[in-house]
């Protein structure tokens, strides 16, 4: 007995054709279903990356899946066993199986893919914004380079002319403009006026008012503003032919430091301003103003404003320099002036100092003569007013030196260590004899701890006393005059008439307070601060009946100053007296040793008033002044020989001349050639005579220098014959301690 068929019998026969067709068909799909895993294997492989590899070996197994189910389909359009059945069942049945896992997964994969697909998305706006970014960047960058290059070209001067024709040509060249111009405001401020254009080279030079709208609209903001092509300020270029006007944009530039500024009617203006630059691009073009180019036009803008703004300081700092340099050049020809002036002056005086001295010697030494012989009252009150009148012309003529050294700063003190005590009564004793004569009664008052030596200036200081104890005497008619001197203390130094006295005492000095207080005219209260002015006198009638030269007290003051103190007169009116008070700065002697100090006076010994024989040589080359320095030494009992000249001198001059006195003119004159000579021809010391210098020079660095190149004394014109007695006197001991020595 034969098994039973499990086949599946055909419910309808069989097409040849369809079957065919159906054959060839699961034979593809079998085919691409077997290839597809293939590509899906190689995909794998190379993305290494891909996320969803387990997905795709799923989706791989179903693809094979599906195509071993057509394969084995193959078997089945003809009668087929059981098996082929089996195989069949089983495929289709791992088919299932594996499709509906691969849905249920996809189910999971695709939001994830979704996700993805949303990721790169935003990945590709990023990207289009980073390329936005970068372009405005890049944007940014060339507009830099623009700026840095057209700051280069502007700040290249400091012209501001060339400046302001710099920036339009490089802005036009840099931004493709058919014209730039630049609207400068008037000197009045209300109008703008046409002053830098690109493409004119010379400007019409029209206006336009400052208060229009378009004018205003920039003007109140610092971008750069797009304005019509019609503005008033815009109308820079022929409309015909042209069918459509570029766009036009117009920016302010601050004007800074414009005061000294002008240009064609530029204001000369204080308050911040504005100038007013506009930019057109071509016309009959699409080109528009991008935000780049208007930044660019803003932040050049600013650089012209900063430039124009250092080139007004360097031209300010320029101009200041040249007229720096100008006034330097106008101070040191002044300088110069004022020196040939001084040295001019310095010669004048010289001059006339011993132009002016040399007949006042011959009035003193004759009028001193004239005195000395039997004179009748009428007569000798005559040759004494001859005498008196002289030697105030003579302490004129000092005080204008004087005056003159103090001004120029050449004057400058002798100090030295000297018996102020000896200095105080010695003034005494000049004074007195003066003051019997008008019956005036003078004491004097030193305190007890004022020291009896001090070192300083004791000529200028006997000067000053002299001077105010002199006008005391001079403006009292009867009463007394008292002279006082203590050591002023340090709290007692600042008076409030002299604000500008500051004393400054020290360990090694003092300061002195000397009061002269007399019972005279007095002076009025409007006349008090004229005392100290030179060649300026009071006013009343009996200051002016009492005579003087106006200068005493300027030099007082002068050498007072000299000796860092303070002088000023108190009164209370006219007829009520005058009180003299000043102070000086004295310094404490290094060691006292009377017998080591310098320039002590010493008078002479009583016998010394005649030199019967002493043979005595004159050397004078003006012979009014020779005459009476001969009458002087002749009355003495001297032996006098006149010359005229140097060569002279030394023909005559024997070892019997014991004294030679030489005129010195003038410093430089050939009288220290004739010394020097002198002292060759008598080399040995007993026969050298002491040769005396008779000059009119005041100056002490010209009477250094008359002792340093061999004169033995120096005697100041004018001389009387008092004078000459001491002179020769003071010689003839220095000789005698010479030769003892």
Known sequence: MMDPCNCVEPLWPPDDLLMK?????????????????LEL?????????????WVLVQFGAFIVLCGATHLINLWTFNTHTRTVALVMTTAKVLTAAVSC?????????IPDLLSVKTRELFLKNKAAELDRE?????????????????THEIRSTLNRHTILKTTLVELGRTLGLE?????MPTRSGLELQLSYTLRHQNPVGFTVPIQSPAINQVFSTNRAIKISPNSPVARLRPASGKYMLGEVAAVRVPLLHLNNFQIYDWPELSTKRYALMVLMLPSDSARQWHVHE?????VVADQVAVALSHAAILEESMRARDLLMEQNVALDLARREAETAVRARNDFLAVMNHEMRTPMHAIIALSS???????????????ETILKSSNLLATLINDVLDLSRLEDGSLEL?????NLHALFNEVLNLIRPVASVKRLFVTLSLSSDLPEYAFGDEKRLMQIILNIVGNAVKFSKEGSISISAIMAKPDSLRDPRSPDFFPIPGDNSFYMRVQVKDTGIGISQQDLPKLFTKFAESQSSASRNSGGSGLGLAICKRFVNLMEGNIWIESEGVGKGATAIFYVKLGFPARVNESRLPHMRSPPKQGQTSFTGLKVLVIDDNGVSRTATKGLLVHLGCDVTTVSSGEECLQVITKEHKVVFMDVSLPGSDSYNVARLVHEKFPKRREKPLIVALTGNTDKAAKESLLRVGMDGVVLKPISVEKMRVALAELLEHKKVLHEA
């Open 179 to 183: 014209e730039c111009a630049l609207w």
């Open 134 to 150: 970068m372009g405005i960047i890049r944007t940014q960058e060339e507009t830099g380079r623009h700026v840095r290059m057209l």
């Open 294 to 298: 208007l930044e660019l036009v803003e």
């Open 369 to 383: 003569l004239l005195q000395e012989t039997d004179l009748t009252p009428e007569q000798r009150l005559m040759v």
């Open 414 to 418: 002798d100090t030295a260590t000297f």
């Open 101 to 109: 896992a691969t849905a249920l997964m996809l189910v999971h994969i």
């Open 41 to 53: 294997i190689y995909f794998v492989k190379k993305s290494a990356v891909f996320p969803y590899k």
């Open 21 to 37: 067709y159906q054959y060839i068909s699961d034979f593809f799909i079998a085919l691409a279903y077997f290839s597809i895993p």
